[in-house]
């Protein structure tokens, strides 16, 4: 590894790599991943339908504009720089602010680094079948892991963090390419499939699911809306390697949340149009989708396979490559550049500032390497546990950014941009709070075992923060009281709520067997 003398820290980026083309598709190669193809079929049509899940889409891409034009406000005002919400929070609202918002936005990425590498393997099992399940194996928390899919997990993460630190300028162009790719392999799957159902819209009825007024499934999945996005902002990682002006990275970020809404919106409407002959329509097949296995457990691989034959196999499973490989890439990007500049700023090992002269910061590249070497050995269910948490974490990063562009604009008197500014804190603060508590929204909350990790992860950071202060290393660190009241209190919710989960958890146990041991003593247990 070359030394820091013979290299810059700055990641101020002394070569322009990125077309507005790149930057797009960086973007929403980052709001795209696995969960696209699958939550369709698993979360999106029994919670609200295609007509529901459209709906929701729409609203929650207006919502984000704010968070957008908030990203682009800030770009403008530090386009020479990386490290994106951390940065800001830094330069705005002090040292305190930017270590939780930096603590926060490393957790997210890499969680989403995680479930797109594991999610290889997950894929193979449907489509191919046990073809990567030989060598020993065990089982962690339900999930039978497998030493064949482990190797493939762990070559994956070395491909990508491999391809990141030595592709230099032909990363963006792969990316783009595989974006591209991506697209044009939906929009054929989806088109041929709508054409073959008659190209009329009453081939998605039933427009909503059943059992909950319209309005409330649309709000269910708008409380889903900013993890389904996370990554848009990745490029203000990059935003020292464009080709363009900043001002134009507003329209770059609203067309790839629009064009990912739209592939959203487009695989949902896929899971609708082919239902194996025993099923009446797709809410009974989706319905049932848990005890299916193979291809007709991925309610869009079977609807390109019933329109297409293996062609729709191969058109799909070419999409889902190229959605897990721009994700990885872009992932790869990101968190590494948030590395480098908590390094550059002492709260990690100053070795990982290092920067190539092609624009990559090689050193936090391998870092992610390391620190990922572990997850495949724990099994996809704690991948998705940690997966979770990734919509509170890159909220309190979007909080903090919407809160640094209304300072600097109620400073600069643009009430325009005040507003914004504001409204992304209120959008920040919603998407923050309803995951963290149970029934306050028409949405998934957190799992217990999800608050078990949350309530790890702000221990940890708890400690980074302490530790950070104590050895004396980052003297304007623990200016903040507020900063401890927040990580105190996330400690302590998320312990209780993980608490109260387990005992009403073992009390509902405790029930049941008790119903059953009556039914026994009664008779009416036939076992």
């Not at 889409?57 to 386009?79: Q, S, V």
Request: with cysteine.
């Amino acid at each position: 590894m070359p030394s820091l003398s013979q290299n810059t820290t700055s990641p101020s980026m002394r070569t322009s790599t990125l077309s507005r083309l790149d930057a797009w598709a960086l973007s929403l190669g980052c709001v795209l991943g696995w969960g696209a193809y699958v939550m369709p079929g698993t979360t999106f049509l029994p919670m609200a339908g295609p007509a529901g899940t459209a709906i929701a889409m729409g609203l929650g891409c207006l919502l984000l504009l704010c968070i957008a034009a908030n990203f682009a406000y800030m770009m403008e005002r530090r386009p020479e720089g990386c490290g994106s919400a951390y940065s800001y929070a830094r330069l705005v609202l002090g040292h305190d602010y930017a270590f939780l918002c930096a603590w926060a936005l490393g957790m997210a990425y890499l969680s989403l680094i995680w479930a797109n590498a594991t999610a290889f393997t997950l894929i193979a099992r449907y489509l191919c079948g046990p073809v990567f399940q030989w060598g020993p194996q065990y089982s962690i928390l339900g999930f039978d892991v497998y030493f064949g899919e482990t190797l493939v997990t762990l070559a994956i993460l070395v491909l990508f963090g491999l391809i990141s630190a030595f592709g230099g300028r032909l990363v963006p162009r792969l990316q783009t390419l595989l974006v591209i790719v991506l697209l044009l392999a939906v929009t054929t799957c989806f088109s041929i499939s709508f054409a073959k159902a008659g190209w009329h819209i009453s081939a998605f009825a039933p427009a909503f699911a059943t059992g909950r007024p319209p309005v409330a499934q649309v709000l269910g999945i708008a409380g889903l809306i900013p993890w389904a996005f996370v990554g848009f902002e990745t490029i203000a990682h990059s935003a020292g390697s464009f080709r363009f002006p900043p001002q134009k990275s507003l329209s770059i970020m609203v067309l790839a949340i629009c064009t990912g809404a739209v592939v959203y919106i487009a695989l949902t409407c896929l899971a609708t149009l082919a239902v194996p002959d025993c099923y009446a329509n797709w809410q009974e097949y989706v319905a049932n989708l848990e005890n299916l296995r193979g291809i007709v457990g991925i309610s869009t691989f079977h609807t390109a396979k019933s329109a297409m034959g293996d062609l729709g196999l191969v058109l799909l499973g070419i999409a889902v490559l190229a959605t897990l490989a721009t994700s990885l890439l872009g992932f790869y990007r990101a968190t590494a550049r948030l590395i480098s500049a908590m390094a550059k700023d002492g709260l990690l090992p100053q070795r990982l500032a290092v920067w190539q002269a092609d624009g990559t910061p090689r050193a936090a590249i391998f870092a992610i390497m390391t620190l990922s070497a572990v997850i495949p050995f724990l099994g996809r269910t704690a991948i998705v546990w940690v997966t979770d948490i990734s919509t509170i974490c890159v909220s309190i990063a979007y909080l903090h950014t919407s809160a640094c562009c209304w300072v600097l604009a109620k400073n600069n008197q643009q009430r325009h941009i005040m507003f914004t500014g504001a409204m992304g804190v209120c959008i920040a603060a919603l998407a923050f709070i309803i995951p963290l508590v149970p029934n306050l929204w028409n949405s998934n909350t957190l799992t217990t075992e999800s608050y078990l990790v949350l309530a790890a992860w702000s221990c940890s950071g708890f400690i980074a923060y302490h530790l950070a202060i104590w050895r004396g290393r980052q003297r304007h660190l623990g200016k903040s009281p507020l900063m401890w009241i927040v990580m105190l209190f996330l400690l302590f919710f998320a312990m209780g709520m993980w608490a109260k989960n387990v005992v009403y958890e073992a009390i509902d146990t405790a029930n049941k067997e008790i119903a059953r041991i009556h039914s026994i003593e009664l008779g009416v247990d036939k076992r």
